[in-house]
């Protein structure tokens, strides 16, 4: 299994609304990504857990809470949510600790949010 | 932080080869990679280089030169299906509690004309 999977794969809601983002693994790997990306932009990383630790917060606005509940889970909680937050969100993983760290990605969430 | 710098458009024709040149300048390097996007979908991974020369795999081949901070992707025998974007990315420096994080580029967008 070398899949990464993230539901839903969309998601539309209000920004008074409470929503969750899920990620699943099964490769075993023990580091997880939430990358978020715009339209023709490159992903811009928000996210790192390792070892279901966070390691990385790339300054992302408190109405993102991130959540690693176990090596293979990965959720992004969303409340109070902009306009401007509607994007594609990408969720990651890779090995951590061997030398070819390539990220795996999920298809993606893409969010509206009205 | 980390400045890369790609093309932002690029059209070869059907059977061509076609080199992609990112170029970067980073305060810890571990990896450069490469992956392509095709619109919609999440990023897959292209190659994989950490140590100067050539990578190549099939129709792709990666190059790096770490003393210049340069990279290109060549394609050859263009397809169709290799119109996508593709994203040059590197590999920032550990922290002390791991996690090794992709930084993107703005991604190459190219365009495959019979």
């Known amino acids: 299994d070398t899949e990464v999977t993230q539901t839903p794969k969309h998601l539309v809601m209000g920004m008074t609304n409470k929503k969750s983002l899920k990620c699943e693994q099964h490769?075993?790997?023990?580091?997880m990504y939430w990358y978020k990306q715009k339209a023709k932009k490159p992903p811009e990383l928000m996210f790192v857990?390792?070892?279901?630790?966070?390691?990385i917060n790339e300054s992302v606005p408190s109405r993102f809470s991130p959540e690693c509940p176990n090596s293979s889970l990965l959720n992004l909680h969303l409340h109070a949510l902009q306009p401007e937050d509607s994007a594609l969100y990408l969720c990651?993983?890779?090995?951590?600790?061997?030398?070819?760290?390539?990220?795996?990605f999920g298809s993606g969430t893409q969010l509206s949010v009205l | 932080g980390q400045n890369i710098d790609q093309p932002t458009e690029m059209t070869a024709t059907e059977g061509a080869i076609v080199q992609i040149n990112c170029t970067y300048q980073?305060?810890?390097?571990?990896?450069l990679f490469w992956y392509q996007q095709h619109a919609g979908e999440a990023p897959t991974f292209l190659s994989y280089n950490v140590l100067d020369g050539l990578e190549e795999k099939g129709r792709f081949s990666s190059f790096l030169s770490r003393s210049k901070g340069y990279s290109y992707l060549l394609l050859k025998e263009l397809q169709m299906k290799d119109s996508a974007s593709y994203l040059c990315a590197v590999r920032g420096p550990s922290n002390s509690n791991s996690g090794y994080a992709l930084n993107f580029g703005k991604g190459t967008s190219l365009l495959v004309t019979p």
């Open positions: 980073t305060s810890g390097f571990n990896g």
């Open positions: 857990y390792s070892y279901e630790k966070l390691s």
């Open positions: 990651a993983s890779s090995q951590e600790g061997t030398g070819d760290e390539k990220l795996f």
């Open positions: 490769m075993g790997h023990r580091a």
